[in-house]
């Protein structure tokens, strides 16, 4: 529960930014996040986050089909999954991994154009274990489990062997326990899965908005990645994904409000399933 101070100063700002939502200002102001970012200036050096990666220069003239896509509470951003299914695209036949699946949008995406998804998330007996409600646990895998090209995997990452898998890994997703710890744990367990150098991985929630950094996941990220690789992190932009990318990439950090430099065209078509 936010501290009677955190609160006060959550409405305060309400006042001159009655835009934001008041969950949102009750989590980037909290405790937590402020000593996350302590904690990364302090160890890491840094308190401005990842560079970042114009999403325009990692896919110049991008143009991407997001479906399925339902716009339902936490659904990833369509510009989320648009951005893993073009770096799926990348590879002649992409061997993709997903940490945390909640309705499958994400994996039904990237199926579409990859040869082979995993899919590692709660299995429904740990999902009631740990009290989530019956909707949540009905709606597992609507999307994608039917799909031939999917396998499906219930168990908690932070325990299960991943080399029982026996492969390694062009994309990987890192979307399951939001946790700092969470995050740092399924962070170590993934970079053992890669591929080769062109492999990348993707975390999901690396800002409370595109622009609004959540210093818990940063936290995670640094404390779980091997530091030889603590230089290759971005952000991405336009997304709520942190990137791990080798090659040194244009990047560079901006300040927030980033002047709208870049726009997109959506075409919305809906259908009733």
């Known amino acids: 529960m936010a501290k009677p101070g955190t609160i006060f100063k959550a409405l305060s700002r309400l006042v001159g930014h009655p835009r934001e939502s008041l969950s949102l200002i009750l989590d980037s102001d909290s405790v937590d996040q402020k000593s996350a970012r302590e904690y990364v200036s302090r160890t890491y050096g840094s308190d401005r986050g990842f560079p970042q990666i114009d999403l325009l220069d990692l896919f110049p003239g991008l143009s991407v089909t997001v479906a399925p896509y339902t716009y339902l509470s936490d659904t990833s951003l369509a510009v989320d999954i648009a951005l893993l299914k073009s770096l799926a695209g990348r590879y002649d036949s992409c061997r993709y991994l997903e940490i945390g699946t909640l309705r499958g949008e994400s994996i039904a995406n990237v199926a579409s154009v990859a040869a082979e998804c995993v899919s590692v998330s709660l299995s429904e007996d740990e999902m009631r274990t740990r009290g989530f409600e019956k909707n949540f646990i009905a709606m597992r895998n609507f999307f994608s489990h039917d799909l031939p090209n999917v396998t499906h995997i219930g168990h908690d990452s932070h325990t299960f062997d991943f080399g029982t898998l026996g492969k390694n890994f062009d ?103």
């Open 171 to 273: 994309l990987i997703f890192v979307d399951g326990d939001h946790t700092r710890d969470g995050i740092r744990k399924d962070t170590e367990k993934v970079f053992p899965l890669l591929k080769d150098d062109r492999s990348v991985i993707v975390w999901h929630d690396y800002g409370f908005t595109t622009e609004r950094i959540r210093w818990t996941t940063v936290a995670g990220i640094l404390d779980g990645c091997p530091p030889e690789y603590r230089g290759d992190l971005y952000h991405v932009s336009h997304t709520k994904c942190a990137l791990f990318m080798r090659g040194k990439p244009d990047s560079a950090f901006y300040d927030f409000p980033r002047y709208p430099d870049t726009v997109f065209e959506v075409t919305l078509r809906g259908r009733k399933l």
